[in-house]
């Protein structure tokens, strides 16, 4: 399904905890909201990784998508992304094999570079104690594609993985990961829902290094940004209150469930602290239809993306699914 403008709309879910809630609620406020979404007439739903955050529930990816894959029939899912750097080749190739053997045509394989969480969490979650690099990503990215039957073959077989490649992405919030999609001729998803001083530089580089592929003939690039659309401005500001203080609280190095917007407006803010939050806020398009409308245009504008991955983070449940709701009526996407 594609907006007015011909730029698909996509949703980037990372089943947040509320504050008063519970990780199993959260997942199940995801169900709904994908249920809801391939309705609306959105393209694809991701799913991020993330461990030890008390406020994100999402820790398990090919869990989750097989979930929702099971509860829809025409949405695309799949990961953004699954942190290459936490798990062998090996395991990433049979999970996502098997979930485009089971759901054909409908698994997306999104592949990042950073741990996704803490030192101590990643040593963990690898079971090693030697040094956390990016560094052999090339090598562990390439050993992952030819166990889908890419190039030479590997000494073991990833079961269900050869025949079965899901559509794979690369991921990035800086340019390492665009120039690298770019040699290889695969689609790119940038984060400037978080790194919004990139997005511009890692775009352009990904297009300036793109060859041709069998995947792509030409560059296709997604930009995940943060976007909350309410009835009113006013509703708007108020309900993405519990993203700044949650922004704030994880750089401070103390996460947890994603605040009210009444804690988030009685909490008392150094000059510094509101500066953060403020800093971040302007990053993201919030408020009504028409400035949500004119915000989306102009970042797709600037951006030339030619698919737009939108991620809410807000307290109630009920204000995601409206949201997405607006969005989907403000670009039309249920008559495409």
Request: hydrophobic share 40%; charged share 20%; proline share 8%.
């Amino acid at each position: 399904m594609t907006s007015s403008s011909g730029v698909p709309l996509s949703v980037l879910d990372l089943a947040p905890v509320s504050s008063g809630s519970t990780a199993r609620q959260a997942l199940r406020d995801s169900t709904e909201l994908a249920r809801l979404v391939e309705r609306l007439g959105y393209l694809r739903y991701w799913v991020a990784e993330h461990h030890n955050m008390p406020g994100i529930a999402s820790s398990s990816p090919a869990v989750l998508i097989a979930h929702l894959a099971a509860v829809t029939s025409t949405l695309r899912v799949g990961s953004g992304g699954v942190m290459l750097p936490n798990h062998p080749p090996l395991v990433v190739a049979e999970q996502f094999g098997m979930l485009e053997a089971l759901h054909p045509g409908r698994i997306d394989l999104g592949i990042g570079r950073a741990p996704g969480t803490d030192e101590r969490t990643a040593r963990a979650l690898r079971r090693s104690t030697g040094p956390l690099s990016a560094e052999d990503f090339p090598h562990q990215f390439g050993e992952l594609l030819r166990h889908f039957g890419e190039g030479e073959q590997t000494p073991v077989t990833a079961v269900p993985a050869p025949g079965n490649r899901p559509e794979v992405w690369l991921l990035g919030s800086s340019g390492y990961s665009a120039q690298l999609a770019g040699l290889l001729g695969l689609p790119f998803a940038f984060a400037h829902h978080f790194s919004a001083e990139n997005t511009l530089p890692a775009l352009r580089l990904y297009r300036d290094s793109f060859r041709p592929s069998d995947v792509l003939s030409e560059p296709y690039a997604m930009v995940a940004a943060s976007v909350i659309c309410a009835d009113t401005d006013e509703h708007a500001r108020w309900i993405a209150g519990p993203g700044g203080l949650s922004f704030l609280r994880l750089r401070q190095n103390r996460p947890g469930p994603l605040p009210s917007p009444q804690e988030a407006a009685d909490h008392p803010y150094t000059s510094l602290e509101r500066e953060i939050v403020e800093s971040r806020l302007s990053t993201q398009i919030i408020g009504g239809p028409r400035t949500v409308r004119a915000g989306v245009e102009k970042l797709l504008a600037e951006t030339g993306a030619n698919e737009l991955m939108v991620t809410t983070m807000v307290h109630d449940p009920a204000d995601r699914l409206r949201s997405y709701e607006l969005l989907a009526d403000l670009f039309d996407l249920g008559s495409r």
